[in-house]
């Protein structure tokens, strides 16, 4: 995922809870869902990296900060609604890596170490959902339906 980051100006700024002249993507990826989330007319209001949500890191045991990517209020089909945290994140960060025989390199090492960390904030994102009866999506390139 090459790095592609701005501002996203909405076309409908009343839908989201925050600064409007402020929304940041880290990625091309998260600028397709910010476009999407703002003209879908069953999205009630979305904010960007405003809910946190502590977790323990595997690397150093120590308590962190996790900004999650979106927060979604929808419209449901049966007139109710829901909210929903979504992240936004290449397939490749969602699976661990192969296992490597040998000497293993920094850029496995890393992988690895990536991984670990993503799996605990994603355990204490869904402990987080759970407990207010939230949905946590994970969305990737296949889900938003980008390809290269």
Not at 51 to 67: A, C, E, G, L, N
Not at 125 to 143: L, N, Q, V
Request: proline share 7%.
């Amino acid at each position: 995922m090459a790095t592609h980051k701005g501002f996203f100006k909405p076309l409908n700024p009343d839908k989201y809870k925050g600064d409007p002249t402020n929304i940041i993507y880290r990625s091309r990826w998260e600028a397709v869902l910010m476009a999407r989330l703002d003209k879908d007319p069953n999205v009630i209001w979305w904010q960007s990296e405003e809910t946190v949500i502590p977790y323990r890191s595997p690397v150093d045991k120590r308590i962190h900060r996790y900004f999650v990517d979106f927060t979604v209020r929808m419209r449901q089909a049966n007139g109710g609604t829901r909210t929903k945290l979504i992240e936004v994140k290449p397939a490749s960060q969602c699976r661990p890596p192969p296992l490597m025989e040998g000497r293993k390199t920094k850029t496995y090492i890393n992988q690895v170490l990536t991984y670990g960390v993503n799996e605990a904030k994603w355990k204490a994102a869904r402990e987080y959902c759970k407990d207010r009866g939230y949905d946590f999506i994970i969305m990737t390139e296949k889900e938003l339906g980008i390809t290269f």
